[in-house]
């Protein structure tokens, strides 16, 4: 059943849920050697795959250790520089973090001339950050409520007569408002800046029928009871290789990415760039979807993946060209009072 927000919790909440994919919390800080990186990712599944599939080939190849850490956070990171006490060389960063890390002058510029950047997905190569990854949130929905076929565009999503059944909403207003507005009939290549007004005029649709989720682990087993028959969703690919009975569409779907950074004042930045040209070559990134569903940037590695594999992938050229991409610079600096927007709708 849905559950009643309760104002603290829920202002608590929401406002983590903008900024994160559930991150876990920070371990202690790791021992300094000679010849290492200090590593700092959203662990879980994702994690394991990269240290298959990147972490320990480098040192095999390299003889460089990789110390591993989670908890990506801004504050920390930003206190490390400020302090000129940098703990970490090399980090994931998502893209929706990306814009405060580069105004706040947190990372280094990546070092172009080590490997040739026109391989990699151009929508994810700036200054300070490239690609390593993308991944998206698209319609994902049960099967089996819809056995002549799900709903494939975000106006179907909205259609609740022609496909009947709750709806799960993220409980966040990144992704949310996009998809808020591309059902109301706004060209995906005209989102941005977003129509704030015209966004939340279109969820009033759901406000007070929908499902709203905030942790993206929850979406799975709510769609399989049929607690839901259809949501937005970033995890659909690994479970539907898995058997899931899920259907997904990309017509419409947020194409975000995780870039590799250097933070600025990084003691090992040679031994960093070393690890972001060897973990952007073609097989390493096709490696990777060995182990996790997300999409490689370099446009070599895509014939390396498994057919498969790269149906469900974001980086397919086709679902690519369906999707629209996240703009990480256009919710940089409206995130926080978007945010605060959506908060006191919900609750009102």
Same mark, same amino acid.
Not at 61 to 69: C, L, N, R, S
Not at 265 to 276: E, P, Q, R
């Given at each position: ?17 903008? &900024? ?14 000679? $010849?290492? &990186? ?11 795959? $990269? ?28 206190? !490390? ?7 970490? =060389?090399?980090? +994931? ?22 490997? =040739? ?20 949130? $698209? ?37 949310? @408002? ?15 800046? &977003? ?29 399989? +009871?049929? /607690? ?51 973990? @952007? !070559?073609?097989?390493?990134?096709? =490696? @990777? ?9 370099? $446009? ?14 974001? +980086? ?18 409206? @995130? /926080?009072?978007?945010? /605060? ?8």
């Amino acid at each position: 059943m849905r559950q009643t927000p309760n104002r603290r919790t829920f202002m608590k909440g929401a406002a983590g849920a903008a &900024l994160a994919l559930g991150a876990p919390a920070i371990v202690g800080r790791p021992a300094r050697a000679a $010849q290492e &990186l200090v590593f700092v990712g959203f662990g879980g599944a994702y994690q394991e795959g $990269q240290t298959k599939a990147l972490f320990e080939p480098f040192e095999r190849e390299t003889g460089i250790k990789i110390v591993q850490t989670t908890g990506v956070e801004l504050a920390k990171l930003r206190a !490390q520089v400020q302090s000129r006490n940098v703990e970490w =060389d090399l980090i +994931s960063l998502p893209d929706r973090l990306r814009y405060a890390a580069v105004l706040d002058g947190l990372l280094e510029k990546i070092d172009y001339g080590r490997f =040739d950047k026109s391989d990699i997905l151009k929508e994810t190569v700036s200054e300070h950050c490239v690609g390593g990854i993308t991944l998206a949130s $698209q319609i994902t929905y049960n099967k089996l409520a819809f056995p002549d076929g799900g709903p494939v565009t975000w106006a179907d999503v909205w259609n609740t007569q022609k496909f009947p059944g709750r709806r799960g909403i993220y409980g966040a207003v990144t992704y949310t @408002l996009e998809f808020a507005l591309l059902a109301d009939g706004v060209p995906k290549d005209k989102l941005y800046p &977003l129509d704030v007004d015209r966004a939340f005029k279109s969820l009033e649709k759901f406000k007070r029928d929908a499902v709203w989720w905030t942790q993206f682990p929850q979406v799975g087993p709510m769609l399989l +009871s049929k /607690e839901i028959v259809v949501s937005s969703w970033t995890r659909a690919p690994a479970l539907i290789l898995e058997g899931q009975p899920f259907g997904i569409s990309f017509d419409g779907a947020a194409i975000t990415f995780e870039g590799w950074v250097i933070p600025k004042g990084s003691k090992n930045y040679d031994a960093a760039m070393k690890f972001i040209t060897f973990a @952007l !070559q073609p097989q390493r990134q096709a =490696d @990777l979807t060995k182990y996790i569903a997300f999409g490689p940037t370099n $446009q070599k590695a895509l014939p390396l993946v498994d057919p498969k594999v790269m149906a469900v992938l974001p +980086s397919q050229p086709d679902n690519f060209k369906k999707g629209f991409l996240f703009s990480g610079d256009w919710w940089g600096p409206n @995130l /926080e009072k978007a945010t /605060e927007r959506f908060n006191e709708w919900r609750l009102a």
